[in-house]
């Protein structure tokens, strides 16, 4: 069984930056195809922010562009997620998710709480 671990969360101010982290164990990023960040604020559903597939392709929601960055260490079976300028509006639970496909990433962590203050 998959297990996933986020970490990194944390108070930041806008315009800052964090790097989230993602422990992966039951298996290693190598043989899984695909993680993923998502995220939930309070009150909204929650949505994707970024995916990396094996071949370290990614896609990111359209207000992440150009200011986060998913990356994948198969090495030591980590997932990072790089923010910067981070605003008000990024406040939320950070979640990593996997699986073999785009359209099924049964795993899921914890999640992280990110709050970026104004």
């Known amino acids: 069984q998959v297990r996933l671990v986020e970490s990194g969360g944390g108070l930041v101010q806008a315009g800052g930056s964090l790097t989230l982290s993602c422990a992966v164990s039951?298996?290693?990023?190598?043989?899984?195809?695909?993680f993923g960040w998502h995220r939930q604020a309070p009150g909204k559903q929650r949505e994707s922010v970024a995916v990396?597939?094996?071949?370290?392709?990614?896609n990111y929601a359209n207000s992440v562009k150009g200011r986060f960055a998913i990356s994948r260490n198969n090495d030591k079976n980590m997932v990072y997620l790089s923010m910067i300028k981070l605003k008000p509006e990024d406040t939320a639970v950070y979640y990593c998710n996997a699986g073999n496909s785009y359209d099924n990433m049964p795993y899921w962590g914890e999640g992280t709480l990110v709050t970026v203050s104004s």
């Open positions: 039951g298996g290693s990023t190598s043989s899984i195809n695909v």
């Open positions: 990396i597939a094996k071949n370290s392709v990614t």
